[in-house]
């Protein structure tokens, strides 16, 4: 799965063209993403003039899979997805969403291994609808895939209050999930795995004050060298401009910091009924127990061989260790996350 592929739309190309060194690209990159641009954006209208025409207001009832960047949000998502048989947001989806309604779903399967870990992912494979929201022109704090050197302009993406005073990507973000869970089964609710959701929490409830959580926990200093390892993945593979090590090291420690902040405000307004939490640990050592807990504590049927299925396939993955020290930057990031995840853990994973 490599970022080219992402329909992108003209708020995006908006943000690549007002910094300097757009004009330092290749031309024949900036006249392929100004296309693909423009084809997007006239894509999205028409998606939504045809949404506009579907009578379903079915609710969304959304159940959303938080935690860090590399928590092991993406396996609870496959296990959950299996299980449930809920709607949720497809890779062929989140790549196009300019114009998947327009179409149909990939007749076959494309399959591929996460860079970062291995992990096998497909085109109709459970996706992260941050991609969606980026591609459509939310300010997403993915947007430094494209433009490493301007992540630190992204910090306010890690912010609640960010999400509360910008509540125009709601509207964004629920026409999309609407074309999702078009169709759905009464009853069905609609299943959405975005760390980055984390910091917009807040906003999210504000909307949908039934929306339900499970908050994945794991061992914060592993969480940081992993994501380093991720976001210089990323930023090798699908990077226009130079990154800065520095800048990575500092914006991951206020991610950490902005996950335990989040964290401290659910376990302050979210009823058990609610919240459930899992360790990425219990996860690797038992899936088949913890995603059965987890399924229990909020009340949701499982489809035993889908579920069992699912798990054989998120076996693919590598889990790594990282027993170096972390920088001075985010050890007390590090430490704070830890404290409240002990929190978590003890009060909403058993």
């Not at 990154?243 to 335990?260: G, I, M, N, V």
């Not at 059965?292 to 489809?303: C, E, G, I, T």
């Amino acid at each position: 799965m490599r970022l080219p592929s992402l329909s992108i739309t003209r708020p995006l190309l908006a943000w690549l063209r007002e910094d300097r060194q757009w004009q330092t690209l290749d031309w024949r990159v900036r006249a392929m993403l100004a296309w693909k641009a423009g084809l997007g954006s006239l894509n999205a209208k028409l998606s939504r003039a045809q949404q506009a025409s579907a009578t379903s207001r079915q609710p969304l009832a959304p159940l959303l899979i938080l935690g860090p960047w590399r928590s092991g949000t993406t396996v609870m998502h496959e296990l959950l997805s299996a299980a449930t048989g809920w709607p949720t947001p497809l890779t062929w989806q989140c790549m196009d969403p300019t114009a998947f309604q327009l179409g149909s779903a990939p007749r076959r399967d494309v399959v591929t291994a996460r860079p970062m870990d291995g992990l096998a992912l497909g085109s109709l494979s459970p996706q992260e609808d941050e991609f969606a929201l980026l591609a459509l022109g939310a300010p997403s704090a993915y947007r430094a895939f494209w433009m490493p050197h301007r992540l630190t302009s992204l910090l306010p993406t890690l912010e609640q209050q960010y999400w509360l005073d910008e509540p125009q990507w709601l509207d964004t973000w629920e026409g999309f999930l609407r074309a999702v869970h078009r169709g759905a089964a009464p009853g069905h609710g609609l299943l959405l795995k975005s760390p980055n959701h984390t910091f917009r929490l807040q906003a999210i409830l504000g909307r949908h004050p039934q929306a339900r959580v499970v908050w994945m926990l794991r061992d914060p200093q592993a969480v940081f060298f992993s994501n380093r390892k991720m976001w210089r993945t990323m930023f090798a593979e699908h990077g226009l401009t130079p990154a800065d090590e520095a800048a990575l090291d500092h914006f991951l420690a206020r991610a950490l910091q902005a996950s335990a902040e989040a964290l401290e405000w659910a376990l302050a307004h979210l009823s058990a009924d609610q919240l459930v939490c899992c360790t990425q640990e219990a996860l690797r050592d038992a899936p088949l127990a913890e995603a059965q807990r987890v399924l229990a504590a909020l009340h949701l049927p499982a489809d035993e061989a889908a579920l069992e299925a699912a798990i054989a396939s998120t076996r693919s993955g590598r889990v790594e260790h990282y027993p170096q020290a972390p920088p001075d930057c985010a050890q007390a990031a590090i430490a704070r996350l830890r404290e409240i995840q002990a929190d978590a853990a003890a009060r909403f994973a058993a």
